[in-house]
Every structure is written in C-alpha cells, then in structure tokens.
C-alpha cells in the first residue's frame, strides 16, 4: 500500500499533524520534496513539536526517510535532530534514513536568495532559505549532495570548482563575496557529514523492497499544490513539484504503486508571502481566523494571509492530484463567526467562471462569487463523533463534498492529535460524491 499525501491549498494546512495520526497505520513515512523551507506543526498531549525535514512519522516511532527529492540544510537537520533526541524522541538509523543523493543546501545557496529577493522591484515572498539556488544546481548538475560530504577530497574538489562562479554572482548582486564560505564551515559540514553517515540509505530500495513484501508507506509533501512550480500560481509558488505525482519522481516508485491520495484543506485559505488570495480578508472575519487559529508561519514566523474557502482552487487540486480522499482540518476555527462565506465560482470580467484562470494575472483579476452558510456558536474542542457535530457545520462539510466530488475522511476540530474526527466513508457514500452535480 502506497499512499500519497499533500496540501491542497497554499501549504500550512495541517500535514504535520494529520501525516501523526496516520503514521501509525504505516510502516514507513517518508518526506518526497521541498527542503526546510517547510514546517510541520504536531501537537502531541499539550507538546508543539516543529519539524521541518524529518517526517512527522519519527514521533510515533515509524521508520522515516528523506528523499533524494528533498533538498537538505545538514546544518538545520543536525539542530533538528538533537532537539528531538533532547525531548525524548529516539532518532537514530534504525528509524531515520536520508538518501544518498539527497541535494545539500549550501550557504552561497542561502546568501543568493537573501540578495535575489531584496533585488526584485515584485517581490515573490521566499523564505530565503535558498531553496531555489539548490534545486537549481541540481538540474545544472552542479551540486553538492549528501554523500559527497563523507569524502573530504571529494567535498573540497567540488567545493573549489563551485565557488569561484558563486562568489561572481554574489558580488554582482552587491553582496560580499569575501564573506563567503569561511573554512570554518566547511570543516562544520564535513563533521555534519561524518555524523549523517550512518542514516544513509538507497530511498528508492528501501520503499519498492517494502512494498514488495507488502509493508505500507506514506508519502507526505511539503507546501501546498497551489505552490507547485508549474501548475501553482506562477511566479509565486515554491521551487519543486508539490502535487501528488511529483512523489513518484523524487522517491523513485513506479506510478503504478499508488493506491490512494489523500489531499489535506484547511476550513478556509491561508497564505504566506505574496502572490493572488482572491477572497482574502483583511476584516474582523480574516483577523478572528488569524487569531484563532495561531496563523504565523512555523518557518518563518511571518503572519499568514488568511481568506473564505476557495473551491475553484480546491476543484484544481482535486484534477492535479486525483485524490480519493480529503481531510478538513480546524473546523473550529469557524465557530463564532456571524456566518460563512464559501467561494464557488469567479467573476473574471464580467463572465463567472468556476476554475482559476491559468495566469497569475487574471486570478489577480478574479472576483469571488460567494455561496453563504450559517455558522454556529457551540465550541467544537470536544466533539469525537461527526454526530455530535453542530447541523451548520455538518451542512458546511456536506456542502464542500458535494461541489469538489471528493468525500471527506477526517475532520479536525483542534490542534491536538486527538482532536480528530474520523468519517466514515462507506462505498454509497463514495457514489453519491462522485454523482452529485453542482
């Protein structure tokens, strides 16, 4: 069983913690793209955990593995890891495997991110995390990867034939070259190095090998699709291929392994750094789902832009990944609002549509077109069976079914891991999703 998971929104919908409650129905968990510009919040028993590289999987005690997809800063995993091991959690080889070709996220990376992104007259909104200028070594076949970190000579063959290059890009962009790559870190990541020797593993092996002997994998994605870099919201999306499929490439498995594809939505929209939110709210509505639902970056602690439900987006999310499944998390959020605006369709010059444009410029242009649903005031924190859920909310969960065509598994009503409410998604149910017309 091979399951794929991903954000069906701008990222920050909760993967964190739902890839937690999940990860102990699985044998392996492993993370298929991005780098640590991604941040994973789970709250176990009243303890915020923040993961940016390593799965969620590692909390519950699941074998986890990064891909040779991901981007790694060694720099922040070393921290990453220590944290966990100081707060009790066993991170060791024998529950944690990195690929050997895992892509090394290198300071030059970093320093022309930071100068790129202050040079723009439109700014796209990165984390300066240097993503990019790592996923682009790679496709220039210029990079620097996990097991070249084991060898000094060779580290330091590659290093010398990089840097001159870097230092002249950085300089043209009014940074100091002369700052950069002191030997301090370069000794600093060849210790790091030593120490990652031991969870280096054959990703693409170990998850075909698994599943042969028919063990269950789960694949989580950082970000979000509507971050994809193709089919996001060019040119503010991140650096690597968020969507479902892109999870066959960076692990290396075949797509015919694939047996479901679970796609997690917040109860509304939330985005970080610039780009089009066509029903974002910048009024007491917007500032109570702010509020109320911590909305601040686990990365870079920037405060999200938060909207109404979008579910033209939504439907694009559900043709770019094929999900079979959703997940609706912080529910609870809603509660207390006056009422509940939904997005169902566009107005983009004077013709309303029902799926976003292919253009970032003409979503800029997109007027929502809102449905309304009556909201309720009963707290939600306790609720354990979707029975006891308030009609309102019942009402607006059918109602996101009923349009994407797509039934919902899971419903979180709270940040703890034991704040979920499993669906029951029986085969009538399943018909009557892919049946109803909007």
């Known amino acids: 069983m091979f ?69 790694l800063n060694p720099f922040s995993l070393m921290e990453e890891i ?26 030059y990376h970093i320093a022309l991110d930071a100068l790129t992104e202050s040079s723009r007259k439109n700014r796209i909104g990165t984390t300066k995390k ?31 034939e990089i840097l001159p290059t870097k230092k002249e890009m950085i300089s043209k962009l009014g940074g100091n070259p002369y700052d950069l790559f002191p030997d301090k ?24 090998s698994s599943l042969r002997a028919g063990k269950k994998v789960l694949a989580e994605g950082a970000q979000g699709t509507l971050l994809d870099v193709i089919h996001g ?40 750094g610039d ?36 579910l033209p987006f939504l439907k694009k999310s559900v043709y770019l990944n094929g999900y079979t499944e959703l997940v609706l998390t912080k529910l609870d959020v809603l509660t207390g609002l006056d009422s ?5 369709a566009y107005d983009l010059n ?13 979503l800029e242009r997109c007027v929502p077109v809102y449905g309304e649903y009556e909201s309720w005031d009963e707290p939600l924190d306790d609720v354990t069976k979707y029975d006891d859920l308030p009609q309102n909310a019942k009402d607006y969960i059918a109602s996101i079914e009923k349009i994407v065509r797509v039934p919902i598994s899971y419903v979180s009503v709270g940040p703890d891991r034991d704040q979920i409410i499993k669906m029951e998604i029986d085969h009538e149910k399943l018909m009557r999703c892919n049946s109803l017309i909007q």
């Open 3 to 71: 399951t794929v998971i991903t954000g069906a929104q701008f990222g920050d919908e909760g993967k964190g913690k739902i890839v937690d409650l999940l990860a102990e129905e699985y044998d392996i968990v492993v993370r298929f793209q991005g780098g640590d510009n991604a941040g994973h919040t789970v709250v176990v028993g009243g303890e915020v955990y923040k993961l940016h590289q390593i799965p969620s999987g590692i909390l519950v005690g699941t074998s986890s593995l990064i891909g040779p997809g991901v981007v």
């Open 350 to 362: 004077g013709e309303r549509i029902d799926y976003p444009p292919s253009l970032s410029e003409e």
């Open 233 to 272: 919201t060019q040119r503010y999306v991140t650096s690597s291929s968020t969507v479902a499929g892109s999870a066959c490439a960076g692990l290396g498995v075949g797509p015919s392994q694939v047996t479901n594809t679970i796609g997690l939505v917040k109860a509304y929209i939330t985005r970080v």
């Open 340 to 344: 509940i605006k939904v997005c169902v």
């Open 185 to 208: 870190e370069a000794k600093e990541l060849l210790q790091i190095g030593n120490k990652l020797k031991e969870y280096a593993v054959d990703v693409s092996y170990e998850i075909n």
């Open 82 to 107: 220590d944290v966990l091991k100081s707060r009790g959690i066993p991170v060791s080889s024998e529950n944690l495997g990195i690929d050997f070709k895992a892509s090394i996220i290198m300071p």
């Open 130 to 160: 240097g993503i990019a200028y790592a996923y682009s070594d790679r496709a220039l076949r210029n990079e620097i990867r996990l097991c070249d970190l084991f060898d000094e000579d060779i580290f330091y063959g590659k290093l010398n």
């Open 275 to 310: 780009g089009p939110l066509p029903t974002e709210l910048t009024d007491g509505a917007g500032n109570h789902m702010v509020e109320v639902g911590r909305e601040y970056g686990t990365t870079t602690g920037r405060r999200r832009r938060c909207g109404w439900l979008d």
